[in-house]
């Protein structure tokens, strides 16, 4: 996979090339491209905003730099546009994005884009309901999340299946050695060597640290019954 990324600000991406996605651009398992859309400025000062037509507060990104950034690229693939108004991202987009050849991100700053620009991406997405200086951290976290669910990026194959979100439920509990801390033991199922068990010990306290945290998302998960029966069960014992 390639990943290209149009930003002002491209010093700020060092920390996707550290750690296993760092390791896995060493390796080739996927390339990063960044873009300083400054560069492609006609003026002498190099300018990539100017102030809204009609009035109002801030600098406003103009469409031209970014265009001739987009067509500078060789293959660009999916276009994102990182934005306060875009659907929320989670982990069924980056399962799909995941899929792609070619990503091309699009890092905003000041008082956004000129409306024009959206009309370049194939989709606007959002990390959450609160507004940051610039698209970059966006961007970056949407890339982590994508990237490591590349072959050989975490080295376990079964590590992305078996984590929150991947299945509609967060992740259960983990424990490792000392058995006991300070009086604080890990459950014996998880000792005891019968996978069955721990099995359905694990997908138990999934769906209980679920409706915990996140109930949420078991509105829209279609439950087995053997999940409906243990959700039942759950309720009873937390009394709710």
């Known amino acids: 996979m390639k990943i290209n990324v149009l930003t002002l600000f491209p010093d700020m991406f060092t920390p996707l090339q550290v ?3 760092g390791r896995g651009l060493e390796d080739g398992k996927w390339d990063l491209n960044l873009v300083n859309f400054r560069d492609f400025t006609t003026d002498v000062h190099h300018h990539v905003d100017d102030t809204p037509y009609g009035g109002g507060a801030g600098m406003v990104l103009q469409i031209m730099p970014i265009k001739k950034a987009l067509d500078s690229l060789d293959n660009k693939g999916k276009v994102i546009i990182t934005a306060p108004q875009g659907k929320t991202f989670n982990e069924k987009m980056a399962q799909d994005w995941s899929k792609e050849e070619n990503l091309t ?17 194939d989709e606007t997405v959002s990390i959450g309901d609160y507004v940051l200086t610039g698209g970059e951290l966006p961007t970056m976290s949407m890339i982590d999340a994508t990237v ?10 079964a590590s992305p299946v078996e984590e929150s979100f991947s299945h509609g439920l ?3 509990p983990q424990y490792t050695r000392p058995a006991d801390f300070e009086g604080l033991k890990v459950p014996e199922v998880l000792t005891s060597g019968n996978h069955q068990k721990i099995a ?12 915990l945290n996140r109930p949420d998302m078991l509105e829209d998960r279609e439950l087995t019954k053997e999940e409906a029966k243990m959700l039942k069960e759950i309720k009873a014992e937390l009394g709710k």
């Open 19 to 21: 750690s296993m996605l």
């Open 105 to 121: 991100f699009i890092c905003g700053h000041y008082e956004g884009f000129d409306q024009r620009v959206y009309d370049l991406a």
């Open 148 to 157: 490591r669910l590349l072959p050989g990026i975490l080295g376990n194959a």
């Open 170 to 172: 967060l992740e259960y």
């Open 200 to 211: 359905e010990w694990r997908h138990r306290e999934a769906l209980k640290t679920t409706f």
